[in-house]
């Protein structure tokens, strides 16, 4: 299914590459610029309603941070022993962990309450908001868990949480996953296209297809 998203989405990629003909100076501002407004700011849209903004900001930045906690934590940490609460990498991991599950609740709230929005939503939307927040919430429960030294309970929830991790891994290519990726890597494309376009010197390049993401 991997190979099949890749397949699907070379005509988006193909751009990126040519992007180098317009200098590595260029191709790196170009990049740099569409990372700012795409991923770190989330600004998608034009108007980008403030609540949507925040909630994809605390999903994003959330899961970002949990990242950086688990390679650190691998790191630094390659036994897996036990880390005090107050430890740097629990803390980025908690704090990511907080925004992470916020930014969902806030989301599934706007599924139940936003008329537009909860007719618009497919069951794949349900799914991975679901797999998502189960993940999010295992995940403090087998911490709470092992801080509470709850031995018998601990295996189980963590072992439940993995099975969570695992179908978010599984779905990827079904739910709005692969939303994360593919719609900032569309606008690079986009970007490098128009930027192509603008020195005249290139070949006449065909408009991006549209994929779904």
């Known amino acids: 299914m991997l190979l099949l998203e890749l397949v699907r989405w070379r005509s988006v990629l193909l751009p990126i590459a040519r992007g180098m003909r317009l200098g590595v100076a260029k191709w790196l501002q170009i990049f740099v610029g569409t ?15 403030q609540g949507k903004w925040l909630s994809h900001s605390f999903v994003m930045w959330g ?17 897996g022993d036990p880390l005090p609460i107050w430890h740097s990498v629990r803390i980025a991991g908690n704090i990511g962990g907080l925004l992470f599950v916020t ?12 008329t537009v929005k909860r007719e ?7 799914l991975f908001a679901f797999l998502l927040l189960a993940a999010g919430a295992t995940g403090f429960a087998s911490e709470f868990a092992n801080e509470l030294n709850v031995g018998p309970v601990l295996y ?11 179908a978010l891994l599984i779905t990827a290519p079904f739910t709005k996953f692969i939303h994360a990726i593919g719609r900032p890597v569309l606008r690079l494309s986009e970007n490098y296209l128009t930027a192509l376009d603008a020195t005249k010197s ?12």
């Open 156 to 166: 189980p929830i963590y072992a439940t949480h993995l099975i969570f991790c695992a």
């Open 35 to 49: 990372l700012r407004t795409e991923t770190i700011y989330q600004q998608i849209d034009i108007g980008f309603e």
């Open 202 to 213: 290139s070949p006449t390049l065909t408009p991006l297809p549209k994929v779904e993401t």
């Open 63 to 79: 899961f970002i941070l949990l990242g950086v906690s688990t390679t650190l934590n691998y790191i630094y940490n390659p036994k």
């Open 103 to 114: 930014g969902l609740a806030i989301i599934v709230l706007r599924y139940r309450t936003n």
């Open 120 to 126: 618009s939503t497919s069951a794949s939307d349900y």
